[in-house]
């Protein structure tokens, strides 16, 4: 599905990729770790053509993705920080994402039931609280049917039934055996839901494998303490 | 592109600074006008308020509007859409709403006192033109620095800077060089360093239009004989696009190389 070979970028004096290569195969929840500053959004940035690599190539499906961008036609994208435009209702930024893919087919009536959003379809964004931002943010990237969903952070400020709603979500996304990449801090949710996690540690990436195979690399009883070993080898 | 036209332009038709612009020229126009009385008077005096307003709100408007829509257009870039078209179909919606403002504004007070019947029409049609030309420019001028500067305070010191530069220092330093080298013959340099500003091209373009360019002493008299008035209109139209074109193809190629 993607395919991610020796992928260099830097942002001036600061190299943040130094040669990450990346196959992800279709279907299942791939989870994306490491500390803050390791290139994880920066990654994910490259794969959706919006940060443009120095070096190296991305296939999705095997495309390449330069010069290309109907690419993104195949792919739901829930960006970290949700940022609209605030004068914006709701709906309209529904009915503009909407416009501007071109898609018909879309759920977004049941979404806007399933995170309670009806109270908010005509105000402004600009009025809206974090959490109530975030679900507009997953209703807008849930609503499409692509084969592959990338969810940056997707647990931030929600409250603990919307963050429940959003696993069921996520599990029943799986189930018709789309692709799903996440980053999170949150270990628990990243354990609950991943099958396979990638660590990126500088730049680079020092695990790919399933949660178990991380456990018994690392020698600790528990996902928690693993992570919490390669960080502290890593600083030490 | 066009889709993205289309929600930019909606987005600040809704915006109280379209509105603010809008009703300045009418208020303009219409005070002009009846306190005048007389068209071709209103056309000059209006002329010499458009050549330095019209370029720097063009420039605050490009450079705010970018900054503003970052949010916006961080959205977009994540939506299978071309990235040129992002930033150019932005940037021709702020410019086409502005240009909108201006000759609408103005437009209405001038066809209530009865343009249409009057010889000026097509001063007033040549001055709102070259208006739109300016709106064009700027913007997009405003939009090379806004791409080129990620720091809001800077892009806005920058893009004031230009229009300062354009509208008054270029100006200055042309006059000084006339008074400096006035020994030399001047008919050639005083007609490239014109064509180079557009702030200058339009006024002059304009004073040829108006057939007073003797009041433009050294420079009319060379622009009268040099291009004889429809060839100088056709060249200084011509350039004027120029002005257009060539800061849209930075737009076009800074936007398909940064990161966001």
Redo the contacts between chains.
């Keep these: 599905m993607i395919e991610v070979k020796d992928l260099y970028k830097r942002?001036g004096k600061n190299e943040v990729l130094k040669g990450i290569d990346l196959h992800i195969q279709r279907g299942g929840i791939f989870s994306v770790l490491g500390p803050n500053g390791s290139g994880k959004t920066t990654l994910i940035?490259c794969i959706?053509?919006?940060?443009?690599q120095d070096s190296g190539q991305i296939f999705i499906d095997k495309k390449p993705l330069k010069n290309n961008?109907?690419?993104?036609?195949e792919?739901d994208?829930l960006?970290q920080i949700a940022?609209?435009?605030?004068?914006?209702k709701v709906n309209e930024l529904i009915a503009?994402?909407k416009?501007?893919?071109d898609s018909k087919a879309t759920k977004d009536g049941e979404l806007i039931e399933l995170f309670k959003l009806q109270p908010f379809l005509n105000k402004k964004l600009a009025n809206l609280s974090g959490g109530t931002k975030q679900k507009v943010n997953l209703v807008l990237t849930f609503m499409f049917d692509s084969p592959l969903i990338i969810l940056d952070e997707p647990t931030n400020g929600l409250d603990p039934i919307s963050h429940l709603r959003l696993k069921n979500l996520i599990n029943a996304e799986k189930a018709k055996g789309k692709t799903i990449l996440i980053t999170s801090h949150i270990l628990s949710f990243v354990e609950e839901v991943s099958d396979e996690i990638v660590f990126l540690l500088e730049g680079k990436i020092y695990f790919k494998g399933s949660i178990s195979e991380l456990k018994s690399k690392t020698e600790q009883p528990d996902f928690e303490h693993a992570i919490a070993s390669i960080l502290s080898a890593s600083y030490a | 592109m066009l889709k993205i036209l289309k929600y930019s332009f909606y987005d600040l038709m809704r915006s109280r600074w379209s509105y603010v612009y809008f009703l300045f020229y009418l208020l303009l126009g219409v005070v002009l006008l009846f306190l005048n009385n007389d068209l071709s008077k209103a056309v000059i005096t209006l002329m010499n308020v458009i050549i330095i307003l019209v370029p720097l709100i063009g420039t605050i408007f490009g450079v705010m509007y970018y900054y503003n829509s970052r949010e916006f257009t961080e959205l977009l870039l994540a939506q299978p859409v071309k990235r040129s078209s992002i930033f150019l179909g932005q940037y021709f919606g702020v410019a086409t709403s502005l240009s909108m403002s201006l000759v609408i504004g103005l437009g209405m007070p001038f066809v209530f006192y009865g343009i249409f019947n009057s010889s000026a029409i097509w001063d007033f049609s040549l001055l709102l033109i070259t208006g739109a030309f300016l709106t064009f420019i700027f913007t997009a001028l405003a939009f090379v620095i806004a791409l080129r500067n990620e720091n809001k305070i800077k892009g806005f010191g920058y893009a004031i800077l230009l229009w300062l530069f354009m509208a008054v220092i270029y100006d200055g330093i042309f006059l000084m060089s006339l008074l400096y080298f006035e020994d030399y013959p001047l008919d050639k340099f005083s007609l490239v360093a014109t064509m180079l500003n557009p702030v200058d091209l339009s006024r002059v373009l304009i004073l040829l239009k108006l057939d007073i360019s003797a009041l433009l002493g050294y420079t009319g008299a060379v622009f009268q004989k040099f291009f004889g008035t429809n060839f100088g209109l056709i060249l200084s139209s011509a350039l004027l696009a120029l002005w257009v074109l060539v800061p849209t193809f930075f737009i076009w190629r800074i936007a398909k190389k940064k990161d966001f």
């Design positions: 942002f940035k959706l053509g919006m940060v443009l961008f109907k690419y993104r036609n792919i994208y960006p940022n609209f435009p605030g004068n914006l503009m994402i416009d501007l893919r």
